[in-house]
């Protein structure tokens, strides 16, 4: 993916491009909500970050300015600011996705990464497969090789989500945010508890399990090793 | 406290100007204005229209005498002086008559001849003078003790011209003058003006100190809230604005600011307690990740990756630690959670218990639960959630049994309609529970009970639950939990109970007075009663 990082905190923007670097993209960086603008539109980017407090023209206006120009491109704004109120201000200035500082670098990268799936024909997608495992929407069914499993409605949207990131990685956060549509985080392992449950549905008895935790950061569903 | 007596007379010296600057002031001064004109309005009226009624009937009378002594003229003819002789014969007849009436009858003849005169002489006035004129003349008088005594008098007088033809053909002018002496009036005249003007002069200084007073009073109160402020700028953050107790718009002020005080102190000492807490508990983690560092740099041999991973769990750990304080922190200031809007509880209970239960269930609880119907209140459905999310991460924490407990964990998740139209909202468990003593202490900020320093978490879950609560204005309170249950050893005693959390949030529509819309309802019911029966 080619990438736009506009974060004024230089010690920031290197720790996060050289991440991104690392991860296989290509990076450009801008140190201010102008430059930001300029290089954005000279286009062909897949996803922009960018910081919501920046010196001269904010975040929040750049981005603004960019979707009025008709720049359809997934942007996640990074902040400090963390409040439901903060949030909406985000998205309602064309945000995609917002990730609140102090943030950890897999969580960042999973979610750029899941934004740059965003793109394209997915969410009119009616059927997901990985493997051997398949999930029609319409039907909401689960099948894997050919066996129907029963999941509750939640699993199922659980299993949905990972399946639209499926390859990718998928933060207990970006679950409880995006299944369960909380910004808070429980101290108890609940999400583990469900992704362990999910597990025994759709792994227990295959050979191959999909449903891999990624030590540190989340969870994913690949037929990978 | 030198400086304090100096700045007092300072204020003493500028108090005249600054008394002058005051809106009170300034209003009692245009009002004052307004009322000594209008004063002086209504004193002038009355003594024009009553002076007014007596100089004309002077004047009527000047001209009844005029016409009579031009009747007295023409009856004699106008040929020659005959008619003049008479006319002079019944002024001197008249002087004696009247009291105070002057006369004059000049020939101008040619030649001129004062024929008879009261005054000595002609005043310059009556030439050429339409109507009642006012002069002023010389009266001669005899004193009581026989001594000649010359005053000025004041009178109105009004001058008639006969015309009469001489024997040559020519004609002889005679001015008659007939005249009052006014002194009387001009006395009345006099003290009525000075009257007036003292009345005007009473209203005006009434005006200025009634002002003066007034705006005293005025500065005074605003000089009592100027000092409560400037204190309260200057540290001292107890200080609260003394109330007359009469309930009038100063005191309104005076409570309304006082309130805005007490917010401001809360705020204050809550960030204080913070910075104080954070001090305190971020502290000693942050020197052990330090210790914990330098010694991984001094010593080659130490296991740098697994000093690393655990550093960074304690710095994971405290940055949960500082995000919650902000929350609290965010909610308390009514700056987090966004604008209140109608939140179902039970809804978002079913939510959290189907979020919970799995982990529940893991953890070997059973998890209840006990969600009744329930009106909807007004708040935001993420801090609701945390709240309930809080108390379940609580339980499930504290609430925990040994292995070989006859007691089987159970946490009761309860909403249900309150009597005022509000939401109760309860998690209860049947743990070790909390002593009374402690209950009210475990809502404050980074408290931790002894017995659960070896868990993990940071003391900021249950004042997090407080100021969601505050935030929705509902009632928090900490008591009882479930009964434990009596087990067959007798080894609990029976009266235990676990903890217990319930929120008591306010109804979402005040509840309408009772008095007033129960009444029409009421007369309603009894004809359809009346009906049935």
Same mark, same amino acid.
């Given at each position: &993916?080619?990438?736009?990082?506009?974060?004024?905190?230089?010690?920031?923007?290197?720790?996060?491009?050289k991440?991104?670097?690392?991860?296989?993209?290509a990076?450009?960086?801008?140190?201010?909500?102008?430059t @930001?603008?300029n290089m954005s539109?000279n286009?062909?980017y897949?996803?922009?970050?960018?910081?919501? &407090?920046?010196p001269? &023209?904010?975040g929040?206006? &750049?981005?603004?300015q960019?979707?009025?120009?008709g720049?359809?491109t997934?942007?996640?704004?990074?902040?400090?600011?963390g409040?439901?109120d903060?949030?909406v201000?985000?998205?309602?200035?064309? @945000?995609d996705?917002?990730?609140?500082?102090?943030?950890?670098?897999?969580?960042?990268?999973?979610?750029?990464?899941?934004?740059g799936r965003r793109r394209?024909?997915?969410n009119?997608?009616?059927?997901?497969?990985?493997?051997d495992?398949e999930?029609?929407?319409? +039907?909401?069914? #689960?099948?894997?090789g050919g066996?129907?499993i029963?999941l509750?409605?939640r699993?199922?949207?659980?299993?949905?989500?990972?399946l639209r990131? +499926?390859?990718q990685?998928?933060?207990?956060?970006?679950l409880?945010e995006?299944?369960w549509?909380?910004h808070?985080?429980?101290?108890?392992? #609940?999400?583990d508890?469900?992704?362990s449950?999910?597990? +025994?549905k759709?792994d227990?008895g295959f050979?191959?399990p999909l449903?891999k935790?990624?030590r540190g950061?989340?969870y994913?569903?690949?037929d990978?090793? | 406290m030198?400086g304090d007596?100096q700045?007092r007379?300072l204020?003493?010296?500028?108090l005249?100007p600054r008394?002058l600057?005051t809106?009170?002031f300034?209003?009692?001064?245009?009002?004052?204005a307004?009322?000594?004109?209008?004063v002086?309005?209504?004193?002038?009226f009355v003594?024009?229209?009553t002076?007014?009624?007596?100089?004309d009937r002077l004047?009527q009378?000047?001209?009844?005498?005029?016409?009579?002594?031009?009747e007295i003229?023409r009856s004699?003819?106008?040929?020659?002086?005959?008619?003049?002789?008479?006319v002079n014969?019944?002024?001197?007849r008249?002087?004696v008559?009247? $009291? *105070?009436?002057?006369?004059?009858v000049?020939?101008?003849?040619?030649?001129?001849? /004062?024929l008879?005169?009261d005054?000595?002489?002609?005043p =310059?006035?009556?030439?050429?003078?339409? !109507?009642?004129?006012?002069f002023?003349?010389?009266a001669r008088t005899?004193?009581?003790a026989?001594?000649v005594v010359f005053s000025?008098?004041?009178?109105?007088?009004?001058?008639?011209?006969?015309?009469?033809?001489?024997?040559?053909?020519?004609?002889?002018r005679?001015?008659i003058?007939?005249?009052?002496?006014?002194?009387?009036?001009?006395?009345?005249?006099? $003290?009525?003006?000075?009257?007036?003007?003292?009345? !005007?002069g009473?209203?005006?200084?009434? *005006?200025?100190?009634l002002g003066?007073i007034?705006?005293?009073?005025?500065l005074r109160?605003v000089?009592?809230?100027?000092?409560?402020?400037?204190?309260i700028?200057?540290?001292d953050l107890?200080?609260?604005?003394?109330l007359?107790?009469?309930g $009038?718009?100063?005191d309104?002020?005076?409570d309304n600011i006082?309130a805005?005080?007490d917010?401001?102190?809360?705020?204050?000492?809550g960030?204080?307690?913070?910075s104080?807490?954070i001090?305190?508990d971020?502290?000693?983690?942050l020197?052990r990740?330090?210790?914990?560092?330098?010694?991984a740099?001094?010593?080659?041999?130490a296991?740098r990756?697994? /000093?690393l991973d655990q550093t960074?769990t304690d710095?994971?750990?405290?940055?949960?630690t500082?995000?919650?304080?902000?929350?609290?922190?965010r909610?308390?200031s009514?700056?987090?959670?966004g604008?209140k809007?109608p939140?179902?509880?039970?809804? /978002?209970?079913?939510?959290l218990?189907?979020?919970?239960?799995?982990?529940?269930?893991?953890?070997g609880?059973?998890?209840v639960?006990n969600?009744?119907?329930a009106?909807?209140v007004?708040?935001?459905?993420e801090?609701?959630s945390q709240a309930?999310?809080?108390?379940?991460d609580?339980?499930?924490?504290?609430?925990?049994?040994?292995?070989?407990?006859a007691?089987?964990p159970?946490?009761?998740l309860? /909403?249900?309609p309150?009597?005022?139209? !509000?939401v109760?909202?309860?998690v209860m $468990?049947?743990? =070790?529970?909390v002593?009374?003593?402690d209950?009210e202490?475990?809502l404050?900020r980074?408290?931790?009970?002894e017995r659960?320093r070896s868990?993990a978490?940071?003391?900021?879950g249950?004042?997090?639950?407080?100021?969601?609560?505050?935030r929705?204005?509902?009632?928090?309170?900490i008591g009882r939990?479930?009964?434990?249950?009596?087990?067959?050893?007798?080894?609990?005693a029976?009266?235990?109970?676990?903890?217990?959390?319930r929120i008591?949030f306010?109804?979402?529509?005040?509840?309408?007075?009772p008095?007033?819309t129960?009444?029409p309802?009421?007369?309603?019911?009894?004809?359809v !009663?009346?009906?049935?029966a």
């Amino acid at each position: &993916m080619r990438i736009l990082v506009v974060e004024d905190d230089a010690d920031a923007a290197t720790f996060v491009v050289k991440g991104l670097r690392e991860a296989g993209h290509a990076v450009d960086h801008a140190l201010d909500g102008d430059t @930001g603008k300029n290089m954005s539109e000279n286009g062909g980017y897949d996803a922009y970050v960018i910081d919501r &407090m920046l010196p001269g &023209m904010d975040g929040l206006t &750049m981005l603004e300015q960019r979707r009025a120009e008709g720049d359809e491109t997934p942007a996640l704004f990074l902040s400090a600011l963390g409040e439901v109120d903060d949030r909406v201000a985000g998205l309602q200035a064309g @945000g995609d996705d917002y990730l609140v500082k102090p943030y950890a670098f897999s969580e960042l990268i999973a979610r750029v990464e899941a934004l740059g799936r965003r793109r394209g024909p997915q969410n009119i997608q009616t059927k997901f497969s990985v493997a051997d495992l398949e999930m029609d929407i319409l +039907s909401r069914t #689960v099948r894997r090789g050919g066996r129907k499993i029963d999941l509750q409605p939640r699993e199922f949207r659980l299993l949905e989500y990972l399946l639209r990131h +499926s390859g990718q990685v998928v933060t207990r956060t970006m679950l409880l945010e995006n299944v369960w549509e909380y910004h808070f985080d429980p101290q108890t392992n #609940v999400i583990d508890v469900h992704i362990s449950r999910l597990r +025994s549905k759709i792994d227990k008895g295959f050979d191959k399990p999909l449903l891999k935790t990624v030590r540190g950061a989340g969870y994913t569903l690949t037929d990978e090793d | 406290m030198e400086g304090d007596g100096q700045r007092r007379g300072l204020t003493r010296l500028g108090l005249i100007p600054r008394l002058l600057r005051t809106s009170a002031f300034r209003y009692t001064l245009i009002y004052t204005a307004f009322f000594v004109l209008s004063v002086l309005g209504i004193g002038y009226f009355v003594y024009a229209s009553t002076l007014g009624q007596t100089m004309d009937r002077l004047d009527q009378e000047l001209i009844d005498e005029l016409t009579y002594l031009a009747e007295i003229n023409r009856s004699a003819g106008t040929d020659g002086l005959a008619g003049l002789a008479k006319v002079n014969t019944e002024v001197s007849r008249l002087k004696v008559v009247k $009291d *105070g009436a002057l006369y004059m009858v000049v020939l101008v003849g040619p030649p001129v001849r /004062v024929l008879s005169s009261d005054l000595p002489n002609p005043p =310059p006035e009556m030439l050429g003078a339409q !109507g009642m004129f006012e002069f002023d003349y010389t009266a001669r008088t005899v004193n009581e003790a026989g001594q000649v005594v010359f005053s000025t008098r004041p009178a109105v007088g009004r001058v008639a011209n006969f015309i009469y033809r001489s024997s040559d053909g020519g004609q002889i002018r005679a001015i008659i003058l007939a005249a009052r002496d006014i002194r009387d009036i001009a006395r009345i005249r006099q $003290d009525a003006q000075t009257v007036i003007i003292r009345i !005007g002069g009473l209203t005006l200084l009434l *005006g200025l100190i009634l002002g003066s007073i007034y705006s005293g009073a005025f500065l005074r109160r605003v000089d009592n809230i100027g000092r409560t402020v400037r204190a309260i700028r200057d540290g001292d953050l107890t200080r609260r604005i003394s109330l007359s107790g009469s309930g $009038d718009e100063f005191d309104t002020l005076s409570d309304n600011i006082n309130a805005m005080l007490d917010q401001i102190e809360r705020l204050m000492t809550g960030m204080r307690q913070v910075s104080d807490n954070i001090a305190h508990d971020l502290r000693s983690p942050l020197t052990r990740i330090k210790a914990r560092l330098e010694s991984a740099l001094n010593d080659p041999s130490a296991d740098r990756a697994a /000093v690393l991973d655990q550093t960074t769990t304690d710095v994971e750990r405290l940055l949960a630690t500082f995000n919650a304080l902000l929350s609290i922190t965010r909610i308390e200031s009514g700056e987090g959670g966004g604008t209140k809007v109608p939140v179902d509880v039970t809804a /978002v209970a079913e939510e959290l218990l189907e979020l919970y239960e799995p982990a529940a269930q893991d953890d070997g609880f059973v998890l209840v639960g006990n969600i009744k119907p329930a009106p909807v209140v007004l708040g935001s459905r993420e801090l609701i959630s945390q709240a309930i999310a809080n108390l379940l991460d609580n339980a499930l924490k504290y609430a925990r049994r040994s292995e070989d407990s006859a007691i089987t964990p159970t946490i009761e998740l309860t /909403v249900a309609p309150r009597p005022d139209g !509000g939401v109760l909202l309860s998690v209860m $468990d049947n743990g =070790p529970g909390v002593s009374e003593a402690d209950q009210e202490r475990i809502l404050q900020r980074f408290v931790r009970l002894e017995r659960s320093r070896s868990t993990a978490g940071n003391g900021l879950g249950l004042s997090l639950v407080s100021a969601i609560a505050r935030r929705h204005n509902a009632q928090l309170s900490i008591g009882r939990g479930l009964p434990h249950e009596k087990d067959p050893q007798g080894l609990v005693a029976p009266s235990a109970y676990g903890l217990g959390v319930r929120i008591a949030f306010p109804p979402a529509v005040p509840a309408p007075k009772p008095g007033k819309t129960s009444r029409p309802a009421a007369a309603k019911s009894v004809p359809v !009663g009346q009906a049935k029966a």
